[in-house]
């Protein structure tokens, strides 16, 4: 992020394209809300998404905001309205103006400096928008695929998505439910089974590297089981953090996507730790989400639930599981 983005003439367009980058997604009818922390002032801090409320609703999208900021070292600020897609010139007034203005202050008040207010129809080229605070200040969306933003996700290998949907499905079962069935009965023998090493776990992921994830039911049963164990469950967190990050990620991705509930849960939750790790939010809260719908009550899933909830960063996270993990 510029270090002083009053001084630059394009910041409020630049940060509008590269809010899908940072989010994952292109956004619709969202306010979006990017913090620099005191600790790390040359990293963004939290990268915080809420849909936009209705007007009954402002007062407890703002709470709800403030109260996560007020936790964060946050030191600055960037804010985008993203919004009816299908417009022209910007709408006077702008949408979210008041909900805007009462954040604005809000966030003054914790000593919270705010480099951009900014309106826009929506995060693709040629999309208008126009700052809150100089109405004036306007013009259009540049290539979202040409910022900085696009080319650090390009550079770790992330992919920015159309929509949130998408990210949703990219977590979504792909068996059927016979071959759930059958694989639910494995891991219901094994749990009379001794748990297997870290042997099978490096073994699988030195596969998964080689571009192998062919996976037979017995494969899901055991690295099913590995992750069903809680000191199994640390070690796989930790090969998602370590030199073979990228494998043993989207191993597990497999199993999130080929194991049946309640087993999916935990496959979900070490999911959603990986990828928080390098940085992507959104898909993390929907991991979350999807272990949650497996098991209420995962430990690991509402422990990274309430560090999304107050806005932990990824560089916290990682500090805290090196120190965990030893």
């Known amino acids: 992020m510029n270090s002083d983005p009053h001084m630059d003439p394009t910041y409020p367009a630049d940060f509008v394209a590269s809010v899908p980058h940072l989010l994952g997604y292109h956004p619709t009818n969202s ?22 409320p209705s007007q009954a609703d402002e007062g407890h999208a703002m709470d709800e905001l403030i109260r996560i900021v007020g936790s964060l070292e946050a030191v600055e600020a960037s804010l985008a309205v993203i919004c009816r897609p299908y417009v022209d010139e910007p709408p006077d007034p702008l949408p979210g ?3 805007v203005r009462r954040l604005v202050t809000a966030l003054a008040e914790l000593g919270v400096v705010i480099n ?15 700052t809150y ?37 990219l977590l979504a079962t792909d068996a059927s439910p016979e071959v759930l069935e059958r694989r639910a009965k494995l891991l219901v023998a094994n749990d009379l089974a001794p748990v297997p090493d870290e042997e099978v776990l490096d073994a699988a992921v030195e596969r998964a590297e080689q571009g192998d994830f062919e996976l037979t039911d017995h494969d899901f049963a055991t690295l099913g089981t590995m992750l069903s164990d809680p ?23 497999r199993m999130v996507r ?13 999911y959603a730790f990986a990828v928080y790790l390098r940085g992507e939010g959104t898909l993390a809260g929907i991991a979350v989400g999807k272990a949650l719908e497996a098991d209420p009550d995962h430990c690991l899933a509402n422990l990274l639930r309430r560090a999304l909830n107050v806005g ?3 560089y916290s996270l990682r500090e805290a599981l090196d120190g965990a993990l030893g």
Do not use: I, K, Y
């Open 133 to 169: 605070d100089e109405p004036g200040r306007r013009g259009t969306v540049p290539d979202p695929n040409a910022t900085t933003a696009a080319a650090e996700n390009a550079l770790a290998g992330r992919v920015t998505f159309d929509s949130r949907e998408q990210l949703v499905d």
């Open 97 to 99: 103006a008041e909900l």
């Open 258 to 270: 080929g194991l049946p509930e309640p087993w999916r849960a935990h496959a979900a939750a070490v």
């Open 116 to 130: 951009c207010q900014v309106w826009a129809a929506s995060t693709r080229e040629g999309a208008p928008w126009c």
């Open 231 to 253: 000191l199994m469950r640390d070690q796989w967190v930790g090969r998602c953090a370590g030199d073979h990050a990228d494998a043993a990620e989207r191993l597990v991705l």
């Open 31 to 52: 306010l979006v809300l990017v913090t620099t922390d005191a600790d790390t002032s040359d990293m963004l801090g939290a990268v915080l998404r809420v849909v936009l």
């Open 312 to 314: 932990m960063s990824p």
